[in-house]
């Protein structure tokens, strides 16, 4: 059994709806301490597990250099996204999000610095880090840079990792051919939006599909997902009573809230990051599986707030 693939939009890309976010190789101070065997055995187990899409920054701290280093030979393999905006020596004493800068210079320093430590001659995808407001990209002309670039051969599409406020004057200016949006069964705020972008012709990128979803034991429910407040997505776990819903379909926490995800009819992937090989091995497992049933899909649906 593999995992199914979808067309990344108006791309030429057809990539598994699962894909590997590598935030998780950042290392220290921000992320877990990994040791180099160690991301090139994950890097190499996640392409060998057939996952076709691969998702980094220039924020990530070592992430990019890692996948040079380690899977570079194996370049074809894979769709490779990265992003732009970033600040070329990120603040060690502040956390995300911190100030970025989408000048033409920055942008494009960006991308030069991307291909290099990625060890490759293009990047697939391009997106626009920290969704900017549509006045910044006009004043700083980050469109016609990533443009020019494209131009160059250095970037095939253009990319835009966006939320509220800013995401609808995103796909609203018609330049983007993919968008990175965050997405879950108890964070459905931008679920109307994924199928806005999709309207366009756009492919998308949907982060927190899995990590930010189901609680857990491990997971600390006082850090807000991403633009909800503090304790929503508990609240909204507990209040659709999901584990009742969990027990009778024999389901986990873990596999619902990713199946969840792919149940989406407007995504194209969704990247999940981990730096261990157990939990890597668990998320191709259930996205093997693919979308829920429906008839779950639709009770959790009429269940979990908007």
């Known amino acids: 059994m593999a995992i199914a693939t979808r067309a990344l939009g108006r791309t030429n890309a057809n990539v598994t709806i699962l894909g590997y976010g590598a935030m998780e190789l950042r290392g220290a101070p921000r992320g ?17 597990g057939g996952v076709t899409l691969v998702d980094t920054s220039p924020d990530y701290g070592r992430s990019e250099e890692l996948i040079g280093r380690y899977v570079s030979h194996r370049r074809d393999e894979f769709f490779l996204a990265s992003k732009c905006g970033c600040p070329a020596e990120p603040p060690e004493d502040a956390p995300p999000p911190y100030p970025h800068d989408y000048s033409p210079a920055n942008v494009r320093a960006n991308v030069e610095e991307s291909l290099r430590r990625l060890r490759t001659d293009r990047l697939d995808l391009v997106q626009v880090h920290m969704s900017p407001t549509a006045e910044q990209l006009r ?23 966006g939320i509220l406020p800013n995401l609808p004057d995103h796909i609203g200016l018609g330049v983007f051919d993919v968008f990175q949006i965050p997405y879950s069964a108890v ?29 857990s034991e491990e997971k600390n429910w006082s850090t807000a997902p991403l633009s909800q407040p503090a304790g929503v997505a508990q609240d909204n776990w507990e209040k659709a009573a999901l584990d009742s819903l969990l027990a009778d379909s024999g389901l986990s926490r873990h596999e619902f809230t990713l199946r969840f995800t792919l149940s ?8 999940v990051g ?21 008839d779950v899909y639709e009770e959790a649906k009429r269940r979990l707030p908007r």
């Open 32 to 48: 877990p301490r990994i040791a180099d065997q160690d991301a090139e055995r994950l890097l190499n187990a996640v392409l060998d």
């Open 139 to 161: 004043e700083n002309q980050t469109v016609e840079t990533l443009q020019a670039l494209r131009a160059e051969g250095k970037v095939r599409y253009l990319g835009m990792s």
């Open 187 to 215: 964070q459905r705020d931008h679920e109307d939006l994924i199928s806005d972008a999709v309207k366009t012709g756009a492919g998308t990128l949907i982060r927190g599909g899995a990590a930010r979803g189901a609680p």
């Open 264 to 271: 989406h009819p407007g995504l194209s992937t969704t990247i």
């Open 274 to 294: 981990t730096s261990s090989p157990a939990h890597l091995d668990s998320n191709l497992t259930i996205a093997e599986k693919g979308p829920l049933p429906a």
